[in-house]
């Protein structure tokens, strides 16, 4: 079986019911994998998630957020991805006031069904958070 | 605060428990101080457990409940009802999903996978303590459905409403009604022609006084929620009053100098721009198209109920629930794909269908008799290198019906079938049986090495390396080639981005659950029915329409609707009043009151859905989403991490 | 059902209990009617409740189908009778029909029960499971499947001794030797026919050789050895317990064959045989699966791209008719086949196969009401009059049929069916209000 004595990065990712999650569940259907260490909170829209929580997160001692965004097939409205944006613009701020690299939080559009897509973001900035020697 | 919570973890018959170990977790979140009991379990979902639940949760008074298995796409609301059914509200109740995002998405690592479903249920855990007893929001609900898409599928669900006796508005955006089928002749298992299913729906449809219906008309706006769903739609009005003259009518459009491609004949011959759209169309008056009209008068000038001055009109309607069945296109070849546009004698199905139904003694095409005939099957389904990878399902059947249609009605013709492999499938393995007998002869190639169309004086040559033959090549000079074209998703239907219905890889309109909830879509009170959720033929649409008629029923035909209470909530205390989460609100739920002075923000329950895009725009934090607190999320964000 | 109550009435009989006539009574109770199921097996759930996953998705059906199945069973408008069956079903007028049906008694109450399987320990009597598909044996008191609804013993008293050790040994005493056959007269206002189908049987192909080969095994034996019920933990052969490593599948086994009367297709074989590959892969590793076929039919939605994702997985196809199969001292199996790219007649040694059987008609419905009144097809299935426009509408003005008793379908087909043939009985009952 896999080689659980790898090291991988903690990471948190801000999944929505209807869009992201749903891409998520299809990987673990179609068993592509990706670091066991990535951890889902379901939330209904992107849009809806507070700066806070995602300081809290690096504060808990999470190496990466991952917001998996409604993108254009956001439910609720077409500003779903400029509203997102403005989060993790607001974010980005606030990390920098407390010296947390950037780069530690992403956001990209995933569809209800990107599981591959999905997968190639965990996998890349699992490589990327161990690159800079978080985790 | 709950704090006497029962944990359940699901073996899954083996899908978590091969890869998570069960034990363990449950050996783990047993510890943790809230938790009174942990049990595992082979099936969360099975009867047994179900009630085993009940019983632990009254025995012990229970005040949470966790359940760890699959997705709660499938479950939630399975366990949801077992919390309610011990006495527990139903919102003490939260999903762990430990299957799909940990032991088959980690199935590649054992101890990965049961550490991740260690975390995933504390976190439930966690979530769980916070929950509190919530009661549904009820909201009135108009007893109608708008059916947007006049085809069969939209004109069949129609009919089925009105006779459960909900009012229903009919939508279609052409001046007739009937869709595609309309223009089909004979039809496969009955005989019956298109027209003719499409005169028995339509007569059917004028005797009910609870049928609405409009055409020419376009969704334009939407707004509103399941049970209160508002509609603003176009009307482009016909140019046409009242009843004409049938003999001025005739004349006023021989005197049209405007030729247009007729899509009813899918190019094959050209209307005036004031046309009727066949003999005995529904409803059974010409339209002018104004897009194409040169206003040059010389038709008013012989019929007098032509009258440019009416105007186009937007009406709004309100219903309850919206039932699309906005149909498919028919695929178009690109230029040279198999001698399409390239090669004179080459045509799609669908101009097949009307060549055979317009041919009278003879099979004309171009002004030359036709009697060879090749078909090239799968052209824009199965397609190795386009986007269109999903089997159109109806066009083998179709063909060989239409095949044999042929032969029957001109005689002296000859088919040849260039095939991917016939998937007549079911009791239409009849038709192919029938085919062959009759001397059709078939032809098989793969993917990877398909047939070619040439030209060749003045016929089309197609040349294959027959598989059935081990892979001879052979070649057919056909008077006529069909390219076999399948079902593609409507280029131009602005309802699907309206509605915002989700698209599936194939790029149809999205069921929830191609099993559990195959009419329903994300959006709650929206139904898809026919082809526009994918390939289907005639009964099956009819199937899929009545299926969605009777889940819209089910929303409207009760007064009252329960929603979901998960809604934004404001601190009044907190708040005071600044607008950005009213700007930020994409349903406008939110107003300015009035609390004892002080301006603050409140919240329409009944209009608020709960997406919570108001929370991060608070610059004070005045505002939580219920099952989604502050404290909810951070405690499982610390349990997480 | 304590009492013994012979007169009943309900606005709807269901007949049938499989996923296709329970989604029809959730449909109808949900919107106000009451319902009776008759299903004649001891659980309901029909055919699907004992699937390993299903196409396309690989959803596990149990998934699926148990949460169905809990909320028929506890639905206040849905009685359903297990172990029953319909006698004689006669129109009185417009809106009017009596049934007889007889519920055959299981010798448990089923009420007591609480599915210890203490029972099952006890009985000294061991028959082959038609659970399992007789891949396995059970005792003559048995619960017939871990997740059957509703989970209780039943005692097959054929092959009961009447030794009484199930008896002694049932710790709530629900056991009981005195249940005679029950009778029902009931009315009802509209009928659904949901009978679902049969699986063709295989030894009616002698070349095959099914029965006399050990190591051939039918799909749906192939499916209960996938099932999370199931009989082994791993995939055995019959014959000798080996884990296969060379498995053939033969699709069209009974489909698409006049010569063994049925020339029709059974819609579901090629997907249900992919998808069995693609788990086989997922199960056994090292194992070579090979799939002879004349057409691949994978038609619905999301069926294509599972057809090319087992190709992907390494799973063989091969375009070719199946001669005989013959068997080898060890077990294994040779076929003969006509290999149809090559145009030639090959051999080919697989140590175990799998007959992907077709469906066919459920004959039973015929003889429900009275002489011919209900119409059947060419094929015996349930004859659609309109098909195109009322495709569950029969012969019998109120009688509806819903799923495969009308003919081949998979799962969403028949649930889709299902949902038309709601739609029309309520509007039937409605109009009839009027």
Known sequence: MGDSGKKNARILVFSTEKISDPAIDMAGLLKLHYPPTVFTIQVPCSSGVKPKWIMLAFEKGFDGVFIAADGSDCPYGESCTEKTGQIVTRTHEMMKVKSIEPARLRMAAICSVCSEAFVKQMKTFNEKLLKMQYA | MNNKLGVYICHCGGNISDYVDVAKVKQSVAAEEEVFLAKTTMFACSDSTQKEMIEDIVANELDGVVVASCSPKLHLLTFRAVAERAGLNKYNYVHANIREQASWAHSDDKSGATAKAINIVKAAIKKVRFAEPLTPIRIPTINSVAVVGGGLAGMRAALELSSLGTRVYLIEREHFVGGRVSQWDSLFTTGETGKELITRLYNELTEQKNITLLTGAEVTGFSGSIGDFSLKVRITPRYISGKCNPGELKKAIEVCPVGVADDFNFGLTVRKAIYHNFPGEYPQAPVVDLSNCNRCGACEKICGNIDFSQKEEVIEIRTGSILVATGFDPYTPADGEFGYRTCDNVVTLPQFKRLIDMGEKMLIFKGREIRNIAYIYCVGSRQAEGENKYCSRYCCTSTIYESITVKKKFGNIHNFHFTRGIRTYGKQEILYDESSRQGDIYLQSYEDDPPAVTGRNGKAVVTINDILTGKRELEVEADLVVLVTGMVPRNDNPVGSLFKLPKGRDRFFNEIHMKLRPVETVIDGITIAGACQGPKNIMESVNSALSAAVKSYSYVSKAEMELEPVVALIDRDLCSWCGACTSACPFEAIRKENESGKPVAAINNSVCKGCGMCLPVCPVNAIDLITYSDREIESMIDALA | ?434
Not at chain 3, 18 to 26: D, M, N, P, S, V
Not at chain 3, 54 to 59: G, H, R
Not at chain 3, 245 to 256: D, E, H, M, N, P
């Open chain 3, 1 to 434: 059902m304590g009492e013994k109550m012979k007169e009943a009435s309900y606005d709807v009989l269901v007949i049938g209990g499989g996923i296709a006539g329970g989604e029809a009574a959730l449909n109808l109770a949900n919107n106000g009617l009451t319902v009776l199921i008759v299903e004649k097996d001891l659980s309901v759930g029909g055919k699907m409740i004992l699937l390993s996953k299903v196409f396309p998705t690989l959803d596990c059906s149990a998934c699926i189908t148990t949460p169905k199945i809990s909320e028929i069973a506890r639905h206040r408008n849905i009685t359903i009778f297990t172990g029953s069956e319909v006698r004689k079903i006669r129109k009185k007028n417009e809106n009017d029909f009596e049934a007889d049906l007889i519920r055959h008694p299981r010798y448990v109450d089923a009420e007591k029960c609480t599915g210890c399987q203490l029972c099952e320990e006890a009985c000294p009597v061991v028959v082959p499971d038609g659970y399992q598909f007789n891949l396995v044996g059970r005792k003559a008191a048995f619960i017939p499947f871990s997740i059957a609804n509703p989970r209780a013993a039943a005692i097959d008293i054929e092959s009961c001794t009447l030794c009484g050790a199930c008896e002694k040994a049932c710790p709530p005493g629900c056991i009981d030797f005195t249940q005679e056959p029950e009778e029902y007269h009931i009315k009802v206002r509209s009928v659904i026919i949901a009978t679902g189908f049969r699986l063709f049987d295989p030894l009616l192909i002698p070349r095959y050789g099914y029965g006399l080969h050990k190591n051939i095994i039918t799909s749906m034996q192939m499916e209960r050895q996938l099932a999370p019920t199931r009989p082994f933990n791993t995939i055995l052969r019959p014959g000798d317990g080996k884990v296969p490593c060379k498995i053939a599948y033969v699709l069209c086994s009974g489909s698409r064959d006049a010569s063994v009367g049925n020339p029709v297709c059974s819609q579901i074989c090629c997907m249900y045989s992919i998808k069995q590959a693609q788990l086989l892969m997922g199960a056994l590793p090292m194992a070579d699966v090979t799939i002879y076929y004349l057409n691949i039919r994978s038609f619905g939605k999301g069926f294509e791209e599972f057809y090319e994702q087992a190709k992907g997985m390494g799973v063989s196809f091969v375009k070719g008719k199946i001669g005989k199969i013959s068997e080898n001292p060890n077990g294994d199996l040779l076929l003969r086949y006509e290999d149809i790219n090559e145009n030639r007649v090959k051999e080919k040694v697989h140590d175990m196969v799998v007959l992907s059987v077709g469906i066919v008609a459920n004959r039973d419905v015929s003889s429900f009401f009275g002489e011919g009144l209900l119409k059947l097809d060419p094929y015996n299935f349930v004859s659609q009059p309109d098909q195109l426009l009322r495709p569950a509408k029969t012969s019998i003005d109120g009688v509806f049929v819903a799923g495969t008793a009308s003919g081949p379908m998979d799962i969403p087909d028949s649930i889709l069916s299902s949902g038309s043939a709601s739609a029309e009985t309520i509007s039937y009952i409605i109009g009839r209000n009027e």
